[in-house]
């Protein structure tokens, strides 16, 4: 990859490559760099940003890859951005932008019963105990077995004032 960016320097799919391979070797300083530089020679790659959100979000630096996630539209290519985005925010525990790509995320997959616990657990952060049972029980709906959903469910339920809901999940258990 080197030896071919020698020749094709603006490459942004060789500098994305070189990004790449240095990160899988542990090099993640440099190996931004060199996503970063691919992702801002194009911008509308979708894919080299979520690698590049990844990226910082892996080297610790969460709430900047939380800002080159950016708020992404929702053409089925974001979807992978909107994920990266939801965990960047997760680790950078910033409930609101969590609660956010959740919403999203599950919204675009409402099946997933992980996207709903995961949105459940982000309005539980800002105490948004109704919102936060209602995507417990949306994810309990999907997946009943989960016993740490249902758990969760229970004391999203318990924090809203919902005392009987609450103790009704431990009869499902």
């Known amino acids: 990859a080197e030896r071919h960016l020698k ?9 994305h490559l070189i990004g790449l391979i ?3 070797e542990g090099r993640l300083e440099d190996g931004i760099a060199w996503l970063r530089r691919a992702s801002e020679a194009e911008p ?14 892996d080297a610790g ?22 994920f990266a985005r939801a965990e960047a925010a997760d680790a950078a525990r910033n409930a609101i932008a969590s609660a956010e790509a959740w919403r999203v995320i599950a919204n675009f997959s409402p099946r997933d019963w992980r996207a709903w616990a995961s949105q459940g ?9 109704p919102a936060a049972a209602e995507a417990f029980r949306r994810a309990v709906e999907i997946n009943p077995a989960e016993l740490a959903i249902r758990l969760s469910l229970a004391e999203a339920l318990r924090r809203a004032g919902r005392n ?3 103790l009704a999940q431990f009869d499902l258990l």
């Open 7 to 15: 020749t094709n320097p603006d490459s942004p799919q060789l500098q």
């Open 44 to 57: 509308t790659n979708i894919g080299f940003r979520v690698i590049l959100v990844r990226a910082l979000a």
């Open 121 to 129: 657990n982000a309005l539980a952060a800002l105490e948004d105990w």
């Open 22 to 24: 240095e990160c899988q």
């Open 164 to 166: 009987e809901e609450a």
């Open 61 to 82: 630096r969460a709430d900047e890859a939380l800002t080159v996630a950016g708020a992404p539209g929702t053409s089925p290519p974001e979807h992978a951005l909107w």
